[in-house]
């Protein structure tokens, strides 16, 4: 169970109960400490929290709120200002160098691809030199992501003297007139004075505007030693959370980076070049709470339909999906573009919904969406266009056998595509709007982030402008 998880049964619990009364809330609060505590949070702070839910909980209620609400409310607004949710981190919006640090396997390289194909998405011409020169493999590791990302890429597999790699690669990159350089550093085990003169040294020579220290979500709230042990000998302006996709102690990392005021600027959240995003508090909490976040899926669409592939995308229509009204034909279209989103739990778990599902649903593996996409494509357009029921015996066998797949596996597709229009209906006959009625029974519309209003039309423009042809 992730952080997520946790928090989301403690917010369930209130939202399934009939009175707010004194004992519930005090079992509420027990479910948050156990859910902080096992994602690692300082157990001080969880105190803290626990003690300043319980103050707020019975005062007087704003106009419009029910108790109940008003107690979800509380635990939101209280969980979202210690994960840093009261400053707006500014993301440096004209970054000339950005220098990455961090330890071992922090997720440096991986990070410095995931930004360049960031901020390339942004119209910045993007140079990233390889300054890690103690790591063997690190020169091919780094080559081939920004080959991926297709952006300038700077290393000398032969040299050893970090600092020289990257004056030599400012100098080539600017003769290619990159306008944004990142530089990928070594790591080490532990931040000893090796590394130490090594990173103060390229810092110099670089100039960094930006000096973001990259760290593993996984270490929990033992980020709060190494970004302060970072920051007192070398310096750095904010960090970079990576694998709060995979990590139970998420909520200790986040957590501690407001301890100690050091400003969360991006999380990694998978190991591909897309998982990054910009951390905004407010919309991961809600997230993971299992509130939605489509304001962060609307921006990851968009940034989509600039690119070439629009035609890819042309078809789906989230207000049909979020209906229920799937068809062999959405659901395609569906894979297509989870394919460009990322997996298709994430999705989900943008619109809020992936918790909803069982791991067995959400775990549509990528040889699994092959072999439907093998199957859909030997679909009539009639077929395609029709609901799952439409596939008798006769129709599943020409299926099978026009694909090469087993009888077996067209009938898991249909299973499969069955059980997602259950899932959707059950949000509510009415989708879109029943969400958004969720929201104000949960006592969230109140608050800044409120995706019921602004963010559903949004939704239902975008289901506009890519509709099914
Ligand atoms: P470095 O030693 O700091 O450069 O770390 P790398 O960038 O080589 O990353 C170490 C490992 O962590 C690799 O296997 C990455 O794929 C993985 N990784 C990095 N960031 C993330 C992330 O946000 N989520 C997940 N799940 N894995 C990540
Ligand atoms: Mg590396």
Redesign the pocket.
Known sequence: MGFGDKLRDAVDKVKNSMHVDNNLVKEVIKEIQRALISSDVNIKLVLTISKEIEEKAFEKLPTGLTRKEHLVKTFYDILLKYIGGEEENKLPENPKTILLC???????????SKLAKFYKKRGFKVGVICA?TY?PA?YD?LKQLCEKVDCLFYGEPDEKIAYKVVENGLKDLHEKSANLIIV?SA?RSALDDELTKEIKKIYSVFNADYSFL?I?ADIGQAVKDQAEAFNKSIGVNGVII?????SAKGGGALTACYIIKSPIYF?????KID??EEFNADRYLSRIMGYGDLSSLLEKVKEISNEENLKELEGIDPTQLMKGNITFAVFKKQLDFTNKLGPFSKVLGFLGVGNKLDDGQKKIGETKIKKFRVILSSLTKKELNNEPGFLNRSRIKRISNGSGTKYEEVKELISYIKKMRKMFKRMGSNGINNMARQLKTSGLDNMSMDPSNMDMSKLKDLSKKIKFK
């Open positions: 961090g330890l071992f396997g922090s997720g440096k390289t991986t990070s410095a890690d790591r690190a590791q990928d790591g990259v593993s990576t694998k709060l996709d995979g999380i990694g959240v998978g190991e998982d990054l």
